[in-house]
Antibody, heavy 121, light 110 residues
Framework: EVQLLESGGGLVQPGGSLRLSCVAS????????MNWVRQAPGKGLEWVST????????YYADSVKGRFTISRDNSKNTLYLQMISLRADDTAAYYC??????????????WGLGTLVTVSS | QSALTQPRSVSGSPGQSVTISCTGT?????????VSWYQKHPGKAPKLMIY???QRPSGVPDRFSGSKSGNTASLTISGLQAEDEADYYC??????????FGGGTKLTVL
């Protein structure tokens, strides 16, 4: 059974840092590109970042570029999101989602339950 | 990237059909055949319902269908059931390994 379990969320002050983790199981982790998608309170979903199966390629939304870093450890089946210089508008539930690392595959076939990040003083 | 435009809410009675629209631009929906739809119940993970505009993953009832015309994609749910009540989000690939989502539509089954 596929499982994606996010952790690391919490309350952080503006300007602070946080590292999110997503532990995967039930599939061959390295065969999948992994993604972070967030949802601010009362808002829609927003794609945040993508990392290739090998970890060699990363992509970011303009809203987080330069502040967030996505990474993965395929030996631990774990995805990370390092967040620095956090702002109030980064407050959201953060979901990890997997996407098969194959040509022509551009949808997210399984998501985790999310972890909540609150940026507030 | 601006969010795709969805109606904030739609509603229908059990057994009826509803259609949710998703309007983007020529940079996303209008260019790529990679529109997907996700269902989200409160407190649960988003679930893939439609991918590549009109493809259904295994396990998704054939009551769910998708289509696209120009810059607008649509999700149609026929034979509405109580368990279909949820938030629905469209998503389009926007090139260069970036994606754009819609603001979400709340479906109420009356």
């Amino acid at each position: 059974e596929v499982q994606l379990l996010e952790s690391g969320g919490g309350l952080v002050q503006p300007g602070g840092s946080l590292r999110l983790s997503c532990v995967a199981s039930g599939f061959t982790f390295s065969n999948y590109a992994m993604n972070w998608v967030r949802q601010a309170p009362g808002k829609g979903l927003e794609w945040v970042s993508t990392i290739s199966g090998s970890g060699g390629s990363t992509y970011y939304a303009d809203s987080v570029k330069g502040r967030f870093t996505i990474s993965r450890d395929n030996s631990k089946n774990t995805l990370y999101l390092q967040m620095i210089s956090l702002r109030a508008d980064d407050t959201a539930a953060y979901y990890c989602a997997k996407r098969r690392a194959a040509a022509g595959v551009y949808h997210f076939d399984y998501w985790g339950l999310g972890t909540l990040v609150t940026v507030s003083s | 990237q601006s969010a795709l435009t969805q109606p904030r809410s739609v509603s229908g009675s059990p057994g009826q059909s509803v259609t949710i629209s998703c309007t983007g631009t020529s940079s996303d929906v209008g260019t790529y055949e990679y529109v997907s739809w996700y269902q989200k119940h409160p407190g649960k993970a988003p679930k893939l319902m439609i991918y590549d505009v009109s493809q259904r993953p295994s396990g998704v009832p054939d009551r769910f269908s998708g289509s696209k015309s120009g810059n607008t994609a649509s999700l149609t749910i026929s034979g509405l059931q109580a368990e279909d009540e949820a938030d629905y989000y469209c998503c389009s690939y926007a090139g260069s390994y970036t994606w754009v989502f819609g603001g979400g539509t709340k479906l109420t089954v009356l």
